[in-house]
C-alpha cells in the first residue's frame, strides 16, 4: 500500500454514461498525476495538478474528460459520455514537488474502467 | 524525452540474479533513470532511481556507464513473487518540467520455479 488510494476499483457502465473517479493522494504531496493504461501498454501520461491547479493536459485528455482537484487534496477525473475505447485502468500518482525538483511518484491501484 | 528500449520479455528460476538491461540513446544532462515494477490488476511501485554510477537499495541495484546511454537493473536472487513488468523510465525531475513519466511498453519477467 502506498498511501494512494483511488475509488472505485472496478466501474462497469454503458456507452454514453457519465462516469467520476476519486483519488485521494499521500496527504503532504503537492503533486497529482493522472495516467491511463491500456492492456498490455504502459501508463500514458494524461494530467497533472500542482496543488489545486491544473498545469498541464495531454492530447489524450479529450473534451469529454475533466478533472479536478478542487481545496489540492483529493482529485476527480469525469468520462462524459463514455465510449467503448474508454476502457482502460486510469492510475493516479502523487508526489512532493520541494527544493526545484519533483520526487518520486507514488501510484495508486487504479480505477478499471469496462465500458460495454 | 529521451525514448527508452528494453527486452519484451524474460524468463529466470528462482535464486537467480536476473539483469534487465535498458537502452536510453538520446538521455540529456538532467535525465534521471528510475524504474518501477508493475504487478497485474495494480500500479507501478517504484524499484529504484539514479543518474550515474552505481546505486543500491534493499531491492535492487542500478547501473549505469559514464555515458548513460543504457542502464542495467539487477535484481539478487529472484523468487516468484518478482514475476512482473518492468518499466525503465528517463526524465528530467526539474519542477518546471512537470517530472511526467513516460512508460514503453517495458520488460514480463517471468519467474520459474
Known amino acids: 500500500d502506498t498511501g494512494v488510494s483511488q475509488n472505485p476499483r472496478h466501474k462497469i457502465t454503458k456507452r454514453g454514461q457519465n462516469v467520476t473517479f476519486r483519488c485521494d493522494p499521500i496527504?503532504?504531496?503537492?503533486?497529482l498525476y493522472w495516467y491511463r493504461q491500456t492492456l498490455g501498454q504502459g501508463p500514458e501520461f494524461l494530467t497533472y495538478?500542482?496543488?489545486?491547479?491544473?498545469?498541464?493536459k495531454s492530447r489524450l485528455l479529450s473534451d469529454r474528460f475533466s478533472a479536478e482537484r478542487p481545496k489540492g487534496s483529493f482529485s476527480t477525473l469525469e468520462i462524459q459520455r463514455t465510449e467503448q475505447g474508454d476502457s482502460a485502468m486510469y492510475l493516479c500518482?502523487?508526489?512532493?514537488?520541494?527544493?526545484?525538483?519533483?520526487?518520486?511518484?507514488?501510484f495508486g491501484p487504479g480505477t478499471r474502467l469496462t465500458v460495454l | 524525452l529521451a525514448k527508452t528500449t528494453q527486452p519484451i520479455s524474460m524468463d529466470s528460476y528462482e535464486g537467480q540474479e536476473v539483469n534487465i538491461t535498458c537502452s536510453h540513446n538520446?538521455?540529456?544532462?538532467?535525465?534521471?533513470i528510475t524504474w518501477y515494477q508493475q504487478f497485474p490488476s495494480q500500479g507501478p511501485r517504484f524499484i529504484i532511481q539514479?543518474?550515474?554510477t552505481k546505486v543500491t537499495n534493499e531491492v535492487a541495484s542500478l547501473f549505469i556507464p559514464a555515458d548513460r546511454k543504457s542502464s542495467t537493473l539487477s535484481l539478487p536472487r529472484v523468487s516468484l513473487s518478482d514475476t512482473a513488468v518492468y518499466y525503465c523510465?528517463?526524465?528530467?525531475?526539474?519542477?518546471?518540467?512537470?517530472?511526467?513519466?513516460?512508460f514503453g511498453a517495458g520488460t514480463i519477467l517471468r519467474v520459474k520455479s
Open positions: 500518482a502523487s508526489s512532493l514537488t520541494s527544493g526545484g525538483r519533483t520526487d518520486t511518484q507514488y
Open positions: 496527504s503532504e504531496h503537492n503533486r
Open positions: 495538478f500542482q496543488n489545486e491547479a491544473q498545469l498541464e
Open positions: 538520446n538521455i540529456a544532462t538532467n535525465d534521471y
Open positions: 539514479g543518474y550515474k
Open positions: 523510465l528517463v526524465g528530467d525531475p526539474r519542477w518546471e518540467y512537470g517530472n511526467k513519466l513516460v
